[in-house]
């Protein structure tokens, strides 16, 4: 697709990137005026001793804060209403994210709320966001969402059994704190299902029809950094130069997803992960390989060069075995990071695919849009269907 003349908007947070950087956040915190700080995390984070360190470093610089640890896994409209509850009684100014995409998801609505009020689910959509938050520093300890870089927050709708997500501007953090090292604790298990929505966000970026030169080049980038540090991460959770590779991996696939947003695994993912409450990654990959099935023909020179960019060798290949071979080097990670990527992994109820296919038509066209190949509800169910 020539995209040679496309409009580029490209919004990101400051970036602090590397090993050690956490050391430097009681300082960051000070500079951004965040005298009374919210920390948004969850148990696992709090149990694994990334909270302690942390609150450590705040309290040498003098900042106060406030923990709230109930972030649910799929974290609930409800979930973010009593996050802000509790910031707002302890007249929080401003809000550290400290966990997976679920607390930093939530920290950036808490931020909102506290500073224009209203009710979250108007928020929910594309660009209904009144404005900027309270300053918010975003922590990641997974390397996978890439939401501490992005404009984007995701809920989990329990009501209408899907998910729903604000997309703004106004949701990009005034700082991201990205330090390799938190990242060490992630079991092989959550390793494999955060790395593969990282990259699951860098092809679908790729691929999708909003691409620019710019989200191709880090798109690519990112293909190719968590193609090759994947395995070694999920084999090595100490491995270090691979947990700092993956990291700059998903943080790139995170401004991807500014630029180019991700399609359709990401939409089918949606009220799987509502019902079943599976984690987002996998969810996600539950449909990924199909969906890359219904795709690798619609954009055949796309998927050659992601296998270029895995290493396949595509001399003497015809463009469309090179581009199947793409979808083929998928699966071979897929397989090694030994994440669920069939819906009977989860016992998924056949009966639930008619419902599921309407409910992705209705609710995430906004995702939908973005693929080279545009799917109906057919389309969908035959997925579905495929990835039994």
């Known amino acids: 697709m020539n995209h040679a003349f496309k409009n580029i908007t490209l919004?990101?947070?400051?970036?602090?990137f590397g090993l050690g950087v956490i050391e430097e956040l009681g300082n960051r915190a000070k500079a951004l005026g965040a005298?009374?700080?919210m920390i948004i995390t969850d148990e696992g984070v709090a149990a694994a001793g990334i909270l302690s360190r942390v609150v450590g470093i705040l309290e040498k610089s003098g900042v106060g804060y406030r923990v709230f640890d109930k972030v649910e896994k799929e974290p609930s409209v409800e979930n973010v209403e009593l996050a802000f509850k509790e910031a707002s009684g302890a007249s929080c100014r401003a809000i550290i994210g400290l966990g997976g995409g679920s607390s930093i998801d939530v920290s950036k609505m808490v931020a909102v709320l506290l500073k224009h009020g209203g009710n979250l689910r108007d928020y929910l959509g594309i660009e209904k966001v009144p404005g900027r938050g309270v300053p918010t520093i975003l922590v990641p300890t997974t390397a996978g969402t890439g939401s501490e870089v992005s404009k984007y927050a995701i809920f989990d709708n329990r009501q209408a059994k899907t998910k729903l997500g604000a997309a703004s501007g106004h949701l990009i953090a005034d700082l991201a704190v990205v330090d390799p090292e938190l990242t060490i604790s992630m079991p092989p298990a959550v390793t494999a299902a955060t790395g593969a929505?990282?990259?699951i966000h860098a092809v679908e970026g790729y691929i999708s029809t909003k691409a620019t030169p710019l989200s191709d080049l880090l798109a690519l980038e990112a293909v190719?950094?968590?193609y090759e540090n994947l395995p070694a991460a999920f084999a090595d959770g100490q491995n270090i130069p691979a947990r700092y590779q993956m990291a700059y991996g998903s943080m790139l696939g995170g401004i991807v997803?500014?630029?180019a947003?991700?399609?359709a695994s990401h939409a089918l993912a949606y009220p799987i992960g509502s019902e079943y409450h599976v984690p987002h990654g996998v969810g996600c990959m539950l449909t990924f390989l199909e969906v890359m099935e219904y795709f690798a023909m619609a954009d055949v020179p796309k998927f050659a060069r992601m296998a270029q960019a895995m290493g396949v060798k595509t001399d003497g290949m015809s463009p469309r075995q090179a581009a199947q071979q793409a979808v083929e080097e998928m699966r071979k990670l897929v397989d090694y990071i030994e994440i669920p990527h069939k819906l009977s992994a989860i016992n998924m109820d056949r009966n639930l695919i008619e419902p599921f296919a309407k409910s992705v038509v209705a609710n995430q066209q906004r995702l939908l849009v973005n693929g080279p190949?545009?799917?109906?509800?057919?389309d969908i169910r035959t997925i579905y269907e495929r990835s039994y």
């Open 257 to 259: 997803l500014n630029l």
């Open 261 to 263: 947003s991700a399609s």
């Open 373 to 378: 190949r545009k799917l109906n509800e057919k």
């Open 224 to 226: 190719r950094i968590i």
């Open 35 to 37: 005298a009374n700080a």
């Open 197 to 199: 929505d990282a990259f």
């Open 11 to 16: 919004a990101v947070p400051e970036i602090l």
